[in-house]
């Protein structure tokens, strides 16, 4: 730096090229926008998530896991095949972990969030 003094706003990334924006919708963009928000605060919408938070779980656990995305193998019977062994494993992985009383993974909290909650 050549001594000159950074603003909150510019280390942030708060400001563009010509300062601050306001990103306005066209009328009907917005009321769509703000009906799909209410929506999401209905009992209706919150049970069918999750549906989609159960299965998005259950995909990240045999990423995790299972390591699905990279396999060992090449050719895609070989992949094909760890695929389907991964999910009877992780099946087992989750009724030993009920069977035994594992609790299940807590959501992540920040390094932030838990200063704030330990103050």
């Not at 998005?56 to 656990?61: D, K």
């Not at 896991?65 to 989750?94: E, F, V």
């Amino acid at each position: 730096m050549n001594g000159a003094i950074i603003s909150r706003a510019e280390l942030l990334g708060l400001t563009t090229k010509w300062g601050r924006s306001l990103i306005l919708l066209p009328r009907e963009q917005q009321q769509i926008l703000e009906e799909r928000r209410a929506e999401q605060q209905t009992d209706l919408w919150k049970e069918r998530y999750d549906v989609r938070a159960g299965v998005e779980g259950t995909i990240s656990q045999a990423v995790r896991r299972a390591h699905l995305r990279h396999t060992p193998y090449r050719g895609q019977s070989k992949t094909h095949l760890t695929n389907i062994l991964s999910a009877p494993a992780l099946n087992i992985t989750r009724v030993d972990a009920w069977q035994n009383g594992t609790p299940l993974g807590a959501t992540h909290v920040s390094h932030l969030s838990r200063l704030a909650l330990s103050a």
